[in-house]
């Protein structure tokens, strides 16, 4: 079973940035697909990007232009690169398998968490 360990979370300022990492273990994630979930307070758990073995990436709207993941297949690690950060990006955030629109991989990691306040 893969294991994941998220870390890169923060307190930052409206229109700052942070970098997240997320290391896996298991020998078959060069062929995974990968995703970043948040989990705003008071709401369910939703994809923010995902990125597949082979590097096409796709965003939610409301990140599109403003995130960036990317992934290093000899390090079993994926980043998700955070600019122009919002209030309304607060919350934990997940790495996982991605399958579907609400279908992961592997049991969930413990999230690393992003608050964006002044």
């Known amino acids: 079973q893969v294991q994941l360990v998220e870390s890169g979370g923060g307190l930052v300022q409206p229109g700052g940035s942070l970098r997240l990492t997320c290391a896996a273990s298991?020998?078959?994630?060069?062929?995974?697909?990968m995703g970043w979930y948040r989990q705003a307070p008071g709401k369910q758990r939703e994809l923010v990007a995902s990125i597949t073995s082979g590097g096409s990436t796709m965003y939610a709207d409301s990140v599109k232009g403003r995130f960036t993941i990317s992934r290093d297949n000899t390090k079993k690690t994926v980043y998700l690169q955070m600019n122009s950060l919002k209030p309304e990006d607060t919350g934990l955030f997940y790495c996982?398998?991605?399958?579907?629109?609400?279908?992961?991989?592997?049991?969930w990691g413990q999230g690393t968490q992003v608050t964006v306040s002044s």
């Open positions: 996982n398998g991605y399958l579907g629109p609400t279908t992961t991989r592997f049991n």
């Open positions: 298991g020998s078959s994630f060069s062929i995974i697909t």
